[in-house]
């Protein structure tokens, strides 16, 4: 188990252009996050997947945001025609939900962080 | 909407003394959890602590322990004997346990300095 990990480690992008984002959690994890952290800031969660299905998302989430986790493993997050407000350090969190149990502990991979010019 | 609020955006302690970082929130719920969590510079964060809302026993692990004041919505972290690796920010988190999939909400964070 080599913990969440995410890949690109550092994304310098022009305004304008796509970027994607991946994230490989913890195996059988089953439930993936993604979180954005801007500077000087506390993480802010954007979305939300219980295997494929992705079951919440947050208004921080616009319509330039796309996210995905086809089989239920890892997750993509897709930011299109990025703007300089999305200089962020993005974060991918993965737990392993039990039923019956409301307590599953997220492990964070150590982020992407966006530089967008 | 529950909000968490870190008051502290620094603290600084000298090894082998205490310190505690300060960590308030609101919600109108009963039944929830509260975390403190690590970002080293440059690395991943990681869990400290954990409370459960419904205990009154204060959470303690190792060097670190809380002081969970459920009417005053007050969570406060510990460290006892700090260490040079203890230097991190340290993020005060709020998750319901209404649901089980929740996220978790994050305080500003206070950035700890340990001087030798």
């Known amino acids: 188990d080599t913990g969440v990990s995410q890949n690109p480690r550092h994304k310098i992008t022009k305004r304008g252009q796509n970027v994607t984002f991946r994230c490989d959690p913890i195996?059988?994890?089953?439930?993936l996050y993604w979180y954005r952290q801007t500077l000087g800031q506390g993480p802010e969660f954007l979305t939300y997947?219980?295997?494929?299905?992705?079951?919440?998302k947050s208004r921080l989430l616009s319509d330039r945001f796309s996210a995905e986790r086809p089989k239920g493993s890892f997750s993509t997050l897709e930011i299109q025609r990025t703007e300089q407000g999305d200089s962020a350090m993005y974060l991918c969190?993965?737990?392993?939900?039990?039923?019956?149990?409301?307590?599953?502990?997220?492990?964070f991979g150590p982020g992407t962080r966006l530089t967008v010019l | 909407a529950q909000t968490v609020t870190q008051s502290q955006p620094e603290m600084s302690v000298q090894e082998a003394e205490t310190v505690t970082l300060s960590c308030t929130y609101d919600?109108?719920?009963?039944?929830?959890?509260l975390f403190w969590y690590k970002q080293p510079p440059s690395r991943q964060m990681i869990l400290v602590i954990r409370?459960?809302?419904?205990?009154?026993q204060n959470a303690t692990e190792n060097r670190f322990s809380v002081n969970f004041q459920k009417a005053a919505k007050s969570f406060s972290l510990k460290i006892s004997d700090s260490q040079l690796g203890d230097a991190a920010m340290y993020f005060c988190?709020?998750?319901?346990?209404?649901?089980?999939?929740?996220?978790?909400?994050f305080g500003k964070g206070t950035t700890l300095s340990v001087s030798s």
């Open positions: 969190a993965s737990s392993l939900g039990v039923a019956g149990r409301t307590y599953n502990e997220q492990f």
């Open positions: 195996s059988e994890h089953n439930r």
């Open positions: 997947f219980q295997n494929e299905a992705q079951l919440e």
């Open positions: 919600t109108s719920e009963s039944d929830y959890y």
């Open positions: 409370q459960e809302a419904y205990k009154q």
């Open positions: 988190a709020y998750r319901s346990r209404n649901q089980a999939g929740t996220a978790l909400i």
